[in-house]
């Protein structure tokens, strides 16, 4: 029988990337919010490629790793869109005014 254990190398910063991502992207659809989800878009992808750059030296899973990167990238540019669009809208306000 092989008692082969695998590294949790990274994990730990993959939790919480995967965390800062998921309240990220529920803030970022909030529109006085926006730019909060924004920061912790960009925060959950520093965390996804610290924890994944770990997990890669490390031999350990880069699944977490890979899941809060993906996370956080739709985070940002679900931001930037909101971001862009509420400025669009403000911009035909004054206009019409």
Do not use: E, H
Not at 4 to 21: F, K, T
Not at 54 to 60: D, I, L, R, S, Y
Not at 67 to 74: A, Q, T
Request: glycine letters at 10%; charged letters at 5%.
């Amino acid at each position: 029988m092989d008692n082969y254990q695998r590294s949790q190398a990274g994990q730990n910063i993959s939790i919480a990337a995967l965390i800062v991502g998921a309240l990220s992207i529920i803030t970022s659809f909030i529109p006085c919010f926006n730019i909060f989800g924004l920061l912790g878009g960009i925060i959950a992808i520093i965390l996804a490629s610290v924890g994944l750059s770990q997990a890669k030296n490390g031999n350990a899973p880069t699944t977490l790793a890979m899941i809060s990167l993906f996370l956080g990238i739709v985070t940002v540019i679900i931001s930037i869109a909101f971001l862009f669009v509420s400025g669009l809208l403000m911009a035909m306000l004054v206009m019409w005014s």
